[in-house]
């Protein structure tokens, strides 16, 4: 991409040709070197057994994927709006831990309303990671709004919601939607604090992985400043470009290296297309869904093309994937889409460490802590 000069640029001193002026920071990155593929095993509808998300997590793991996600509302959000349904997500993955041996396992839970509280998931995430292994993550979310009941403002007194239309109201809407999201980057830190102190189990990875959705604003300061990964539901690689730019801008400005947020685009995909794809001349594209996600559509060899052609442009590191129908989507995602890729030399086909944070390639990037005080460190 062509490099961009500020128009507040100063005016060179020295006569004569001078060097470019350096891109912005938001394209000054290396290509993605490691492509990353994780995947959700709450799609479909209905209840399920046990049994059935250990099948998905090891159909997941003979493809080589870095981790599945688990919501406990079974949603697309992971909003659960009760402490139950997330205790329903850990539980489920807490079974298919021993049964797996290195896929991650990330399950979607609320931040707790206040740092006061935030003991709750830490200790459930990091007692999650002891019994994985080191295999543990977060996805991190925030209930909707009236989800937890009466919103509050920052003093914590009770609000109304706003039923109001027009720009005023939208306004209103996404400054309290900020606001939750500051309380949720305030639980995420009380929780790292948690597992830097070694108050309960010490996770074996110092810190689990971090994740969150970025698709609303207000996430993705939050996410600069606290996450591992970054998921973006984007429609076509000029919007999760320029997401991912906010994104990397941000993170500098936290101290943080930017080439150490992963973003991964999230997809629902629908692969009952089989091995057909689109009529010769068509390209398989993803398209919003009508209710604030994305949805693919086509074969196995249409999705691997789309994958190939956004991580080598940089605009993603990798994908999160949604299958509609689970058993049929994943097992054509594995041994169609994943398998292709290995195939090409895009992605690997083996886990190459023993930690998700291994497998993402963040070893040595949280509990620097522990580490200077002798502290187990993946």
Known sequence: MPAETSPLAPTPLLSGPQPPAPAPLSYRRTRTRTLHLAVAIDGGSGQ??????????????????????????????????????????????????????????????????????????????????????????????????????????EGGRAR???????????????????????????AIEAAALAWDSGDGPRPPQGRPVIALDVTEPGARAVAARHADIAFVRAADKEQADRIRGELRLLTAEMGRDPDRLLVLGELSVDLGGGELGWPAGMVAAPVADGAGG????????????????????????????????????????????????????????FHPGATLREHLGLRGRAGDRLAATGGVMA
Request: net charge negative; charged share 30%; no cysteine.
């Open 48 to 153: 399920h057994p046990p049994e059935y998300y250990v099948e998905l997590a090891r159909l997941a793991e003979r493809g080589a994927l870095d981790f599945v996600t688990l919501g406990g509302g079974g949603g697309r959000d992971g909003h659960h709006g009760d402490r139950g349904r997330a205790s329903d997500a850990l539980a489920l993955l807490a079974r298919v831990a021993p049964a797996t041996d290195r896929i991650g396992l990330v399950p979607s839970v609320d931040a707790a309303p206040s740092s006061s509280s935030a003991a709750g998931p830490a200790l459930d995430v990091a007692t999650l990671d002891w019994v994985s292994g080191g295999r543990a993550g977060w996805t991190v979310t925030v209930p909707a709004e009236g989800e937890d009941g009466e919103d509050k403002d």
């Open 160 to 186: 109304g919601r706003d039923t109001g239309r027009g720009a005023a109201a939208r306004q209103r809407a996404a400054e309290r939607a900020e606001a939750r999201w500051r309380r949720a980057g305030d």
């Open 294 to 349: 994305v949805l693919f559509s086509g074969g196995p060899v249409d999705l691997a093309e789309l994958i190939a052609d956004w991580q080598r442009s940089g605009v993603v590191d990798g994908f999160h994937v949604r299958p509609v129908e689970p058993r049929r989507d994943l097992e054509r995602f594995v041994n169609g889409t994943a398998a292709l890729l290995q195939h090409r030399g895009l992605f690997r086909s």
